[in-house]
């Protein structure tokens, strides 16, 4: 470690009176004698004790960096433990509603794909049997409409001959009237079964572009396609080339929507009443809280679970960090809802102060020596987020290290002989 500590001498406060006044006399008795002991003067000044002198080299290595303090107004959080999850409302498993044999597979697992990309292709007999089914009862529905137009047709006549001069006999207006009924039932019952058909496609899956296709070209495709529903990423896929499928498989691929991600907070019974829709929350990832992103929260559970005495918070991530991935453990540190009514203070990062002999300090550059620091007292309030309101030490303005002080702590505290506590 390439540090360089300024060391001093400290003197307990009971012996500096007469130290200093020894110092002094030797220094009068001795000012006209070119061979007279040197004192160490740097003992006289006893605040020098406090200060750590680093190399340029050392700052820069261990990040040691200084802010100006300022007045913030420090929002009160609570810190729970949560983990990220899918969203899933922006999931969806792709089934299939036919049996069949997987012909082609267009994913893999990991791709992206956009609602509409077309992820795997059945060969089913099952489907081409449907086709061929609307196909025959479209046939038969088209070949009984020319009975019925000659059924009416000849009823009509019969009826307007009956009419007029009573040309025809009654039964045999009866009985072309009779043909004509039998005919349309016919039709009906054609017509019917045609449709019946074609809504057996339909909950096959066939599109009705493919449909108006079939009807119009009669040709039968047992090819069934299986189109991504979402946009999103493929998550799981559990078809294989080859394998027989069907509808009682629940899921042949898994897709979500890893933009839309979800984080669940359990928060603790005594602390819900200070939760509310619509707060905001800070998701942090790593184990120091180092990646982080921020969110808002969009759902809390109704119910409370009686094991952990906990209730679920749901936040929903409002940027992206790329270590924000489902099944990610992870804390929250969610604002209370009483944040608005807070006035700014005077307040540094929690990460500027550390004790030493069991009071509060930070460190202050001392400006006319470079890369020198100075330890300072403090008097500080409770934590709040990543801040702690400073009551008396510092002023607004002063400029105070808050990265780093640990290092500058160590060398103090190694100087000095002392512990750090």
Known sequence: MNIQATRRLRLPNSERGAWLSAVLLVALNTSCDAHAPEIPVEAVDEVHASEVRLTADAVERYGVRVESVQRRTLVPTIRVPAQVAFNSEGMAHVGIPVQ?????????????VKRGDA???????????????????RGAAAGAEPAVELARDAHERAKALYDKNQGIALTEVQKRESEFRGASAVLASARSAEEAARSRLRLLGLSED??????????????FTVFAPIAGQVIEREATLG???????????VLADMAKLWVIADVPENRLRDVARGAKARVLLGGGGEHWCEGVISFISPALNPATRTVRVRIEPTDRHAELLPGVFAEVEIELH???????????????????????VVFVPIAAEPNTFAKRGVTIGERLGDFVPVLHGLVEGELVVVDGTFILKAELVKDSGGEGH
């Open 338 to 360: 009483d944040a608005a009514s807070r006035e700014p203070v005077l307040a540094i990062p929690e990460s500027a102060t550390q004790t030493i002999d069991g009071a509060t």
């Open 100 to 112: 069949g044999r997987v012909a082609e597979l267009r994913v893999r697992l990991g791709d992206e």
């Open 210 to 223: 493919a449909l108006a296709r079939l009807a119009s070209g009669g040709k039968i495709d047992p090819h």
């Open 119 to 137: 992820l795997l292709v059945v060969e089913s007999a099952e489907l081409g049997e449907a086709q061929s089914e609307f196909l025959q009862r």
């Open 243 to 253: 394998e027989l499928v069907g509808p009682d498989r629940e899921k042949l691929l």
